[in-house]
């Protein structure tokens, strides 16, 4: 059954100013050092921090925790590829479905909580 769902849409010129401005800082207040990495491992990073800025930001939503924090999300890929969300604290039985997106100028997440 699904429980909560949640989208995002983020600027990659956004993020981008935020990172010219506040560098590393930023980074490492929103995103784990595996997020950071997946993002450095591409020649333009700015898309991916802003694909997983979103992410979270959708799975807040679905989740509709105000406890969680940006270090209780993990978002990973699978070896296919496809987004893979790690909350701590999310409740058992429950399961994130994510997808994420970016274009030129934008990046989208969308997240969907399922239970057992």
């Known amino acids: 059954m699904i429980i909560g769902t949640g989208i995002d849409i983020v600027e990659i010129t956004r993020i981008r100013r ?5 560098g590393e800082r930023f980074l490492t207040r929103i995103l784990n050092a595996q997020e950071i990495a997946y993002a450095k491992s591409h020649t333009v990073p ?18 509709g925790n105000k406890h969680l924090t ?15 969300a790690l909350v701590k604290g999310l409740g058992s039985g429950q399961t994130i ?11 989208v997440a969308q997240a969907v909580v399922e239970t057992k």
Not at 46 to 63: D, L, N, T
């Open 18 to 22: 935020a990172v010219d401005t506040w």
């Open 46 to 63: 700015f898309p991916h921090y802003a694909g997983r800025f979103a992410a979270k930001e959708a799975i807040y939503k679905a989740v």
């Open 70 to 84: 940006w270090k209780n999300i993990t978002v990973t890929n699978d070896p296919d590829g496809k987004p893979v």
């Open 97 to 107: 479905h994510l997808s994420i997106s970016h274009s030129k100028y934008y990046a």
